[in-house]
């Protein structure tokens, strides 16, 4: 049982580069969300999804875009990348309410770094 | 707006000592609130969480209090040991509308020997 896997670990963009983020999964978790943490900073969540085919804005989704055409997969899109999005991401996946508690799990992060 | 706010930055402890983590919240609408435990260079992890009707709950070692009054919670760990060094995350959840899981800024805890 692998969890929430993301790739890559680790990333360098130029400025105005494009990237896709791959946030996958094998829990079979409905939820699935998308955070960025800058450094000494708590997480700010940029999009989620509540199931296949749907996707909502969080605090922070200018300049990023999801999608989620399956239960598994939630990647996170970057279109013209800017040095303010050099982070830490995580994805991470949780049960419906009702249905195995509040634990969202997460994924070990994927550094990004636009020079 | 919703934020959830830590007092303290960074906590240094003995080990053996117990450790108190404090938390204040804004949005009492909330329905859970949760801890998360993050070490270097990884993800965070799920510690406990306190549904919003209830104002103590144990667990192993943990003990996470809420006062809603206040709009405080905190996370009290008995007997701190080297591996509990970490930044930890205090979150809340809410089930209707959004959805969302928000974190707060966090606090690094360090155990002296």
């Known amino acids: 049982n692998a969890g929430v896997t993301q790739t890559p670990k680790f990333r360098i963009l130029k400025i105005g580069q494009s990237m896709t983020l791959q946030c996958t999964q094998d829990?079979?978790?409905?939820?699935m969300y998308w955070y960025r943490q800058d450094p000494g900073m708590g997480l700010k969540l940029i999009y989620y999804s509540v199931g296949a085919g749907i996707t909502d804005k969080g605090e922070v989704p200018n300049g990023y875009n999801v999608s989620r055409s399956t239960t598994e997969d939630f990647p996170l899109r970057l279109e013209l990348a800017a040095p303010s999005q050099t982070s830490v991401y995580f994805c991470?996946?949780?049960?419906?309410?009702?249905?195995?508690?509040?634990?969202?799990?997460f994924g070990q992060g994927t550094r990004l770094t636009v020079v | 707006g919703e934020s959830v706010g830590l007092h303290l930055p960074t906590l240094s402890v003995q080990e053996g000592d117990n450790s108190i983590i404090n938390c204040a919240y804004s949005n009492s609408a909330s329905d859970y609130f949760i801890w998360y435990k993050q070490e270097s260079g990884k993800g965070p992890q799920f510690i406990i969480d306190i549904r919003s009707n209830m104002d103590k709950r144990q667990g192993q070692r943990v003990t996470v209090l809420l006062n809603k009054t206040v709009k405080h919670l905190s996370l009290q760990i008995a007997a701190t040991q080297p591996g509990d060094s970490a930044v930890y995350f205090c979150?809340?959840?809410?089930?209707?509308?959004?959805?969302?899981?928000?974190f707060g800024q966090g606090t690094r805890l360090t155990i002296n020997p």
């Open positions: 829990m079979n978790h409905n939820y």
């Open positions: 991470a996946s949780s049960y419906p309410p009702g249905q195995g508690g509040t634990e969202a799990f």
């Open positions: 979150a809340e959840k809410y089930y209707g509308g959004a959805q969302k899981l928000v």
